[in-house]
């Protein structure tokens, strides 16, 4: 019997971590939404005012329109971009074909707040490397680019998100079946005619949900619009939520009706692309099976689109690092010149290292991300052998609360978080445990992918023979299972630990001095001025999150899943 | 040695309709008997089995090893599957890729509930690799055996536990043709010199001919009939059994007369036929016969004695060590498995005769 009742205790902790962890915050969000402020000489109360400041002044109109533009051009933008290169790598005969795949991994190892400065240090109208090498060379004062706007936010964002979409038209465009397209070549199509009669419409629901993807992504995104909508005055949901909890006395009811709205639009995004990516679709004929498609021949023109493709790779890869590179070899910032480089110094980095506070982010960014990776596979290890192995009722809805922080913006799940501990004390908040809780809730949906995918590889038989060979639950799922799933867990562990240690937007509402992360760090950093260290700390940054990124995708191949 | 009564299962499909799988199984399986369960698939024979193990819960019915229960509707008793002491082999075999041969052999000794020394375990997981020929391997990868020497691990991991009841599910299936004859010979001597109580379940006739002491027919969830390999083979109680194991012509017939105990006088298409019937049958009633191929003799020359018939030659089949011969008689058509030595062609006419005895009347269903 005590066997029985380890199984039940283990499955039953892990049951209630995950409903409370996925449910609680966002319930209390929504439920705070609706009510005053509590405050010394007012208890709160039911009020729908926080709806109707956010929605009944044209500012908050103004707000959405903002978003909805910003989400939409991020979309488009990113869309056009990736979905070009994907075309570009998968259907012509482009040269250095596989460098594209250098791109998949780009947006890990650059983090949005790094990418983000970088392009401030390229593109701001005063100090912008861009706009400064032409104006020297025009000697003019034209102020060439300009990315502290609309179109600089959607060019940032939209260039960030472009290898997401790449790699998602790369998927769509291999799972296509080339005798559709062949039987159309036979019946007398053109390939023009091909391309928009069949093509497209069969990749049309890749191509929606794919949008769709990058709205969400777009409009829950914090770093952009932090930092180059906010200085003017240009804001959208994000940027609103994080200014009126900054704000004195700060609104947390108005930061939660725009939380609630955000959410609402996420989870509509999100559903809407689970459905049509979904199974059962009736373009199942897109799906499954990797096929080796057509190759088009593009003649002379494939110097062309490797030139594309190299300027596109200059723009998202060297000129954001080279610029960091070059600002932190700096004592003051400035435009490279041969004077510049007689000034060249390594004290930011000897700052960085003589500045016990940034040691000390660095070990609470290291802590929180092994700490959340560890958690969440071991979490999500168990939830997902309730889901796939086991017959227990209702598993399918644990599945989804499991899966359900997908649609939470960073930012929202932080300030639901944040409001929920401040009003249930437990003595978490203004600690690093605060940011454990965030961590983990944000990225368990991640844990349960790597894990699900390894448990459906895992037969029945094998669990089965150990519980024959008189093996209790657990000695089954220490011995046989884990180290089954040891791939999937050992992938899905680094890839965790790295969305963790550059994690921003949920921990921006949380950390307290004394317990800063390095995302915060490079925050602080930024509104402090100093971009020199900012530079220096940004580009250790990303050279250790290359290694990591290197380090996950050998463990990838070489525990690629063992069959018998 | 496992009693098994009035057994049945059910699970909810994916519309959560409830489907009875096993229906009123009752099975005996005497000490050191190998007893097959057998049938096509569906038919709930792995059910049956998986049952047994206590790896699927039946709504109701009994299931006793040695007189004590490990499974009992009436009182409520499920004994766990960790603690029955039962071997299994898995039709994938289930073989651990992340442990080499011996720590797969050894697992069940290291987490049963008596404790056994390094040394003790070594020596008994020695002692079952040897029995099963894989001694020289113990220190191998499992993922690097062949099909036949994990199929082998399988077995001796089942045997290492010294199981009081050793399960079998379809432990062949995964083989190729040659190695599946090879392995069915070595684990019919296995089963036999180790003496295990052996649960065997498969949809090859021809390896539950060959293995058992005992056969349950199954379809639909229910036994169809349950007896030696001979029995089943030779005296098929109904119209699935028969069909189901090995190759038989069917013919429709009406009872002419009784003329001794188990032998009737019945009228078919082809003519008046003499056959066996273990069932009564009253004079009038329509029955069914089932005549084995190899039992339908073809001669050039009119033989002498009962049931002889002409009929044509309409196909035949070469197959090497037989032929198939289609010989239409009257209306109906016989298959005839012969000696290739029979050279008729095709079109030509051709003596058949059915022994009495192997005529054997069922009841239609």
């Known amino acids: 019997m005590r066997h029985l009742n380890t199984q039940t205790m283990v499955i039953g902790a892990c049951l209630l971590a995950v409903a409370y962890l996925a449910l609680m915050p966002l319930g209390f969000l929504f439920w705070q939404s609706f009510l005053t402020p509590d405050s010394a000489d007012a208890a709160s109360r039911f009020t729908l005012d926080n709806y109707a400041t956010a929605y009944g002044s044209i500012e908050t109109l103004h707000l959405m329109g903002n978003s909805l533009l910003f989400a939409s051009g991020t979309a488009a933008f990113a869309f056009a971009v990736g979905g070009a290169l994907a075309w570009m790598n998968e259907r012509t005969n482009t040269p250095f074909k596989r460098l594209f795949f250098a791109l998949s991994i780009i947006p890990l190892i650059i983090p949005g707040i790094m990418f983000t400065i970088s392009w401030i240090l390229l593109g701001s109208p005063k100090i912008g490397l861009i706009n400064m090498l032409l104006q020297n060379w025009f000697s003019t004062d034209h102020v060439f680019v300009n990315v502290y706007s609309m179109w600089g936010m959607i060019w940032v964002e939209g260039l960030h998100y472009s290898p997401m979409a790449f790699l998602m038209m790369t998927a769509a465009f291999r799972s296509m079946d080339p005798s559709l397209e062949e039987s159309a070549l036979m019946s007398g199509a053109s390939v023009h005619q091909i391309f928009w009669r069949v093509t497209v419409k069969l990749t049309w629901p890749a191509i929606f949900a794919s949008m769709l993807i990058l709205f969400v992504r777009a409009i829950e995104s914090f770093e952009v619009p932090a930092l180059l909508g906010i200085p003017v005055g240009t804001q959208v949901l994000t940027s609103a939520i994080y200014q009126a909890v900054h704000q004195y006395p700060s609104q947390v009811g108005l930061a939660s009706s725009y939380g609630t709205t955000l959410l609402l639009i996420t989870t509509a995004g999100i559903y809407m692309q689970s459905r049509l990516t979904g199974k059962g679709s009736k373009y199942a004929t897109v799906t499954g099976k990797g096929f080796r498609p057509r190759v088009v021949?593009?003649?002379?023109?494939?110097?062309?689109?490797?030139?594309?493709?190299?300027?596109?790779?200059?723009?998202?890869?060297?000129?954001?690092?080279?610029?960091?590179?070059?600002?932190?070899?700096?004592?003051?910032?400035?435009?490279?010149?041969?004077?510049?480089?007689?000034?060249?110094?390594?004290?930011?980095?000897?700052?960085?290292?003589?500045?016990?506070?940034?040691?000390?982010?660095?070990?609470?960014?290291?802590?929180?991300?092994?700490?959340?990776?560890?958690?969440?596979?071991?979490?999500?290890?168990?939830?997902?052998?309730?889901?796939?192995?086991?017959?227990?009722?209702?598993?399918?809805?644990?599945?989804?609360?499991?899966?359900?922080?997908?649609?939470?913006?960073?930012?929202?799940?932080?300030?639901?978080?944040?409001?929920?501990?401040?009003?249930?004390?437990?003595?978490?908040?203004?600690?690093?445990?605060?940011?454990?809780?965030?961590?983990?809730?944000?990225?368990?949906?991640?844990?349960?992918?790597?894990?699900?995918?390894?448990?459906?590889?895992?037969?029945?038989?094998?669990?089965?023979?150990?519980?024959?060979?008189?093996?209790?639950?657990?000695?089954?799922?220490?011995?046989?299972?884990?180290?089954?799933?040891?791939?999937?867990?050992?992938?899905?562990?680094?890839?965790?630990?790295?969305?963790?240690?550059?994690?921003?937007?949920?921990?921006?509402?949380?950390?307290?001095?004394?317990?800063?992360?390095?995302?915060?760090?490079?925050?602080?950093?930024?509104?402090?001025?100093?971009?020199?260290?900012l530079s220096a700390l940004g580009v250790m940054f990303i050279l250790t999150l290359l290694i990591l990124v290197m380090l996950a995708q050998y463990v990838g191949r070489r525990f690629g899943v063992k069959e018998i | 040695m496992l009693h098994v009564s009035n057994l049945n299962t059910q699970y909810k499909d994916s519309h959560g309709r409830i489907v009875k799988a096993a229906q009123d199984i009752c099975i005996d399986v005497p000490r050191g008997k190998l007893f097959t369960l057998l049938g096509p698939s569906g038919c709930g024979k792995t059910t049956t089995m998986r049952s047994v193990a206590g790896l699927e819960r039946p709504v109701s019915g009994r299931i006793t090893v040695n007189g004590h229960p490990v499974y009992c509707s009436g009182t409520g008793v499920f004994v766990a599957p960790n603690k029955r002491n039962f071997g299994m082999v898995f039709q994938s075999y289930a073989i651990w890729p992340h442990m080499n041969v011996f720590q797969n052999a050894a697992f069940p000794l290291e987490v049963g509930s008596r404790k056994l020394n390094r040394r003790e375990i070594e020596e008994r997981v020695m002692r079952v690799l040897t029995v099963v020929g894989l001694e020289n391997f113990a220190d191998r990868e499992a993922?690097?055996?062949?099909?036949?020497?994990?199929?082998?691990?399988?077995?001796?991991?089942?045997?290492?536990?010294?199981?009081?009841?050793?399960?079998?599910?379809?432990?062949?299936?995964?083989?190729?043709?040659?190695?599946?004859?090879?392995?069915?010979?070595?684990?019919?001597?296995?089963?036999?010199?180790?003496?295990?109580?052996?649960?065997?379940?498969?949809?090859?006739?021809?390896?539950?001919?060959?293995?058992?002491?005992?056969?349950?027919?199954?379809?639909?969830?229910?036994?169809?009939?349950?007896?030696?390999?001979?029995?089943?083979?030779?005296?098929?109680?109904?119209?699935?059994?028969?069909?189901?194991?090995?190759?038989?012509?069917?013919?429709?017939?009406?009872?002419?007369?009784?003329?001794?105990?188990?032998?009737?006088?019945?009228?078919?298409?082809?003519?008046?036929?003499?056959?066996?019937?273990?069932?009564?049958?009253?004079?009038?009633?329509?029955?069914?016969?089932?005549?084995?191929?190899?039992?339908?003799?073809?001669?050039?020359?009119?033989?002498?004695?009962?049931?002889?018939?002409?009929?044509?030659?309409?196909?035949?089949?070469?197959?090497?060590?037989?032929?198939?011969?289609?010989?239409?008689?009257?209306?109906?058509?016989?298959?005839?498995?012969?000696?290739?030595?029979?050279?008729?062609?095709?079109?030509?006419?051709?003596?058949?005769?059915?022994?009495?005895?192997?005529?054997?009347?069922?009841?239609?269903?």
């Open chain 1, 297 to 533: 021949d593009l003649g002379a023109w494939r110097y062309i689109t490797a030139a594309v493709f190299m300027l596109y790779f200059v723009m998202i890869v060297l000129l954001p690092f080279l610029v960091l590179l070059w600002s932190s070899l700096q004592r003051y910032y400035s435009v490279p010149s041969m004077d510049a480089l007689r000034n060249v110094s390594l004290d930011a980095y000897r700052f960085l290292w003589d500045h016990p506070s940034i040691g000390n982010s660095v070990l609470n960014s290291l802590i929180l991300a092994f700490a959340s990776a560890t958690i969440v596979m071991l979490l999500t290890s168990v939830i997902c052998w309730i889901v796939i192995k086991t017959k227990l009722p209702g598993r399918w809805l644990l599945d989804n609360i499991a899966s359900l922080p997908l649609v939470f913006p960073g930012l929202v799940l932080g300030l639901a978080v944040m409001v929920f501990y401040l009003n249930f004390n437990i003595g978490v908040y203004g600690t690093l445990w605060i940011m454990l809780i965030v961590y983990v809730t944000r990225f368990m949906p991640y844990g349960m992918r790597y894990n699900g995918t390894s448990m459906l590889q895992i037969h029945k038989e094998l669990e089965e023979s150990a519980q024959m060979s008189g093996a209790s639950w657990g000695t089954m799922f220490w011995r046989i299972l884990l180290p089954l799933l040891k791939p999937g867990l050992l992938s899905g562990w680094i890839y965790v630990f790295i969305v963790s240690i550059r994690e921003l937007s949920a921990s921006i509402l949380l950390y307290s001095p004394g317990n800063e992360v390095i995302a915060i760090v490079i925050w602080e950093l930024w509104e402090n001025g100093q971009f020199v260290e």
């Open chain 2, 143 to 365: 993922t690097m055996l062949s099909g036949g020497q994990q199929q082998r691990l399988a077995l001796a991991r089942a045997l290492a536990m010294e199981p009081e009841l050793l399960l079998l599910d379809e432990p062949l299936s995964n083989l190729d043709a040659k190695l599946r004859e090879r392995m069915r010979f070595e684990l019919k001597r296995l089963q036999r010199e180790l003496g295990l109580t052996t649960i065997y379940v498969t949809h090859d006739q021809s390896e539950a001919l060959a293995l058992s002491h005992e056969i349950a027919v199954m379809s639909e969830g229910r036994i169809r009939q349950i007896g030696s390999p001979r029995d089943i083979y030779e005296r098929p109680a109904n119209r699935f059994v028969a069909d189901f194991v090995g190759l038989t012509n069917f013919v429709d017939a009406f009872v002419e007369a009784k003329l001794a105990p188990e032998s009737y006088e019945v009228r078919t298409d082809m003519g008046v036929l003499k056959v066996t019937s273990y069932e009564e049958h009253a004079v009038g009633t329509r029955v069914l016969l089932s005549v084995r191929p190899e039992d339908v003799e073809l001669s050039e020359i009119r033989p002498v004695g009962d049931n002889v018939l002409t009929g044509t030659v309409d196909a035949k089949v070469f197959l090497g060590e037989f032929i198939d011969f289609q010989v239409k008689v009257g209306d109906h058509s016989l298959l005839a498995r012969v000696h290739p030595s029979l050279k008729t062609l095709v079109g030509e006419s051709i003596q058949v005769r059915i022994n009495p005895e192997k005529c054997i009347c069922i009841k239609p269903d």
